[in-house]
């Protein structure tokens, strides 16, 4: 019974512990597979007025009109200008689609939940948008919470109140 | 059983019911005071024939009872024309009867079980048809049956036979299981997947109802030739819904050239079906295709894909310095077809707001029986196209209003003589386009909105804010939108919880339109809801301001000219002004407004265009104008409005290189133009 119900759970989700990983400046993050949709290179953005500084603007996927941010710019590091290594991921997060731009894309890796350390908990207000920190060989790789990248201007709010 | 009725055939089922629905209740209310025509009993009989056969095939046998009725009914008076016929009560009875058909056929849609109660509606019918035959003196012919020939029809062998065997088939089936013939058809029809040669009898149960009794009594026999085993075809015949009796028998010798040689024989040249002919005609001119709106997203979608791949192919940097006579030819030509293409892909999305319209109609008759009261129902402009979303989410909020002023506006005809007015109130329903908007106009002649007593109410509830010398007229209004507002002292049927006039806000809100009402007491009341642009087609004028492009809904714009500097006022606070003609209008700088870089800001190098929103108007400063195209507006992402309420954009579209161009928002401009003038 029991191994049945794990083979069920691995069938479910095959996608589970596979993370894409993509630099920005020095650093490697990841982000969960399953809410990638697809990558593209660089697209002619279209600004839009009276946006956060991080969000570029909108891009056409095909007749989709979908919203693009600098995840460069969303983690306050300075602005880099674009070149053929600069990518979108598009990743679809409770049916929004945003594209992010990243510096460059490298590789999907697997990463064990064993490998998976919590944030250090002091350093909370930098961390928010890290989910986990995954151990590969040698290298640390920076886990991303997709829902909070997009969703967390509450808290943005508040801060700029405090 | 569930097997029998596939998804697609019960999809099929529900569309056509409602789209016959609809159709019998615009006869009926059409004729309901002159009386039915010839033409229109035809019509009704008719409809109900197709709702009972089908209904009765997908199992839904209340409908089918209650259709049966009626199809009853005007078969009287198809056939024996009588002279007294109560319309009126025939009408409500038919529209009665059409509720309960709606009603069943969205629980069907919901999936639940079509179990409403038809026995009382079915009486009421029967009661009616009872009475027209004992006032008409009937001739007798109503009820009899045509006489049933024993002929057979026969459907022609597709391959010749081999190893066929023969078989004779008769069919019982449950008492009172109704439809017999329809029953039977369907036996017929899901045995030509398994026999090649299928002769029945009696052979019209299609089109003679009389065949049901029969068959109810002496059974269906089918004749039958197949290669399928015994097996297969006593199962087959199982799983017959309804069966009773069933007797399977082998024949040895071929009956299809003994008994109907000759008949055979003539029949098996022609290649259709006999037996189906009757449906396909009765379903011939049918030139209307019911597609589902996800699939004309992806549609219009794809068009665009399509003509951002085909300004790569014709304008690729590759062709640039050649000379390609032939390709120019050909690519203009590869042009002209998508640009047609996409003005065709553009326009299926658009629906006519009529459907939505009648439904009023029927909304008005409804409650001035109830109410006792006269009302005219004026429809204008219902040609006008909507994008399909629209219509339906404007349905309810239409038909709140519709009874609000049946209800509180309209006075009682004898109140109403006594005013000077028309015994019958006047309804008028308008629609048009009106720049970036249409309009939906709710006109009635009513006796008009008290200020006194809406004022006292919005005191009473604590919902006036500003000193009440200050309000205006407008302004107290529309307080009768606020939730949990209602003059009307008496809760009705119809109106007056409250709830109605928030629940238009609400929902028209919700499509990012906006209500207005405006009312003079005694002569009447006129609300207008705006709905704006969202998903609907426009034509827009593209201008260029820096590398951005946006797009100006081209019937907001009053003309385009280039400005001369003398005209330009700047005021103390540095407000800019133009002079035009001796008016003088805002400048709004699109540069400075979407912060674009490298944009003209001599006025001399860029160009104003002078836009309109309702009585205002304002002069946007732009590099220059680029064309007129007529572009599908996209509502901006999510996200993005999730992220900042974006003033002054209406929506995005996509150019034809595929670029991105922003729908500038004219009214929201205006407000932006004149409250920086205010500061």
């Known amino acids: ?162 | 059983m569930a097997d029998h009725i596939s998804e697609p055939m019960l999809e099929m089922y529900i569309f056509e019911t409602t789209q016959l629905m609809e159709q019998l209740e615009q006869v009926v209310l059409a004729n309901e005071k002159s009386g039915f025509s010839q033409e229109d009993v035809n019509e009704i009989f008719r409809i109900m024939h197709t709702v009972k056969g089908s209904s009765a095939m997908m199992l839904f046998d209340n409908i089918s009872a209650l259709a049966h009725a009626l199809e009853d009914a005007f078969f009287f008076l198809r056939e024996s024309k009588p002279d007294k016929v109560d319309y009126p009560k025939l009408a409500d009875l038919v529209l009665a009867g059409i509720d309960f058909i709606k009603n069943e056929v969205e629980k069907i849609k919901s999936g639940a079980e079509a179990d409403g109660d038809v026995d009382e509606l079915k009486s009421g019918v029967q009661q009616l048809l009872a009475d027209l035959k004992n006032h008409g003196g009937a001739p007798e012919t109503i009820t009899t049956t045509r006489p049933v020939e024993d002929q057979k029809y026969y459907i022609g062998p597709q391959k010749e036979a081999q190893s066929k065997e023969y078989y004779q088939a008769r069919v019982f089936f449950q008492d009172g299981c109704q439809m017999e013939n329809i029953r039977a058809y369907t036996v017929v029809h899901g045995l030509k997947a398994l026999a090649d040669e299928i002769a029945y009898s009696p052979h019209n149960i299609i089109d003679d109802d009389g065949t049901a009794d029969l068959i109810g009594k002496e059974g269906f026999l089918v004749t039958f030739s197949t290669r399928k085993s015994d097996e297969e075809v006593r199962e087959y015949f199982n799983r017959t819904i309804f069966l009773k009796e069933l007797d399977l028998a082998k024949v040895q010798d071929n009956p299809f050239k003994s008994e109907n040689g000759e008949q055979a024989a003539a029949q098996a040249k022609a290649p259709a079906a006999v037996g189906c002919e009757d449906r396909e005609q009765a379903n011939a001119p049918q030139s209307m295709v019911s597609v589902h709106v996800t699939k004309l997203d992806r549609l219009m979608d794809l068009m665009g894909e399509l003509v951002i791949a085909e300004a790569m192919v014709t304008q690729n940097t590759d062709l640039k310095d050649l000379e390609l006579d032939n390709f120019q030819k050909a690519a203009r030509l590869l042009g002209k077809i998508t640009g047609e293409l996409q003005d065709i892909v553009m326009s299926v999305r658009m629906v006519p707001l009529a459907t939505t319209f009648l439904k009023m109609q029927r909304v008005v008759r409804d409650m001035c029986k109830k109410l006792d009261k006269q009302v005219e129902l004026e429809l204008i402009g219902e040609e006008t196209e909507v994008d399909k979303n629209i219509i339906e989410r404007i349905s309810d909020p239409l038909m709140h209003l519709i009874r609000n002023a049946v209800d509180h506006g309209i006075e009682p005809a004898g109140e109403r003589e006594a005013k000077g007015k028309r015994p019958a109130g006047q309804i008028t329903l308008e629609a048009r386009n009106a720049g970036s908007d249409v309009l939906i106009v709710l006109r009635d002649d009513g006796r008009g909105l008290d200020k006194e007593k809406i004022l006292a109410r919005a005191r009473e509830n604590g919902l006036v804010q500003k000193n009440e010398s200050e309000l205006s007229a407008k302004e107290i209004y529309s307080f009768i939108f606020l939730p949990g507002f209602s003059t009307k002292e008496r809760v009705t049927e119809f109106s007056g919880r409250g709830v109605g006039m928030d629940v238009v806000t609400k929902n028209i809100a919700s499509v990012g339109g906006s209500v207005y009402v405006d009312s003079e007491q005694g002569a009447g009341t006129t609300i207008t809801l705006k709905i704006p642009l969202t998903l609907a087609i426009v034509d827009g004028m593209t201008i260029r301001v820096g590398n951005a492009r946006y797009t100006l809904p081209i019937t907001s714009i009053r003309e385009s000219f280039k400005p001369r500097r003398e005209d330009i006022i700047t005021d103390p606070d540095g407000n800019e002004m133009i002079m035009v003609r001796g008016n003088c209008y805002p400048v709004l700088r699109l540069h400075r407004l979407f912060n674009v870089k490298e944009a003209a800001s001599e006025f001399t190098d860029g160009i104003m265009v002078m836009v309109d929103s309702d009585s205002d108007s304002l002069c946007v400063f732009a590099d220059e104008l680029i064309g007129e195209q007529q572009v599908v507006v996209k509502a901006l992402p999510n996200y993005i409005k999730s992220l900042r309420r974006v003033e002054g954009l209406a929506g995005c579209t996509l150019l034809g290189d595929g670029s991105i161009s922003l729908i500038l928002d004219v009214g929201g401009m205006v407000n932006m133009g004149y409250r920086q003038g205010a500061h």
């Open chain 1, 1 to 162: 019974m029991e191994a049945a119900r794990d083979f069920l759970e691995q069938e479910e989700d095959t996608q589970k512990g596979k993370y894409l990983t993509f630099s920005i400046g020095s650093e490697f993050f990841g982000l969960e597979i399953a809410c990638v949709t697809e990558i593209i290179g660089i697209q002619p953005i279209t600004e839009v007025p009276e946006l956060p500084e991080y969000v570029k603007g909108i891009i056409n996927l095909r007749g989709k009109i979908i919203p693009v941010m600098d995840v460069r710019l969303r983690f306050r590091k300075p602005f880099r200008e674009y070149n053929d290594r600069t990518c979108v991921i598009v990743v679809d997060i409770k049916d929004t689609s945003v594209g992010l731009i990243v510096d460059s894309v490298s590789e999907v890796l697997s990463i064990r939940d064993e490998d998976i350390v919590q944030p250090n908990e002091l350093k909370a207000a930098q961390n928010r948008y890290i989910k986990g920190i995954g151990k590969v060989g040698g290298d640390v790789k920076l886990l991303l919470d997709c829902d909070k990248l997009l969703h967390d201007d509450e808290v943005e709010a508040l801060e700029k109140i405090g």
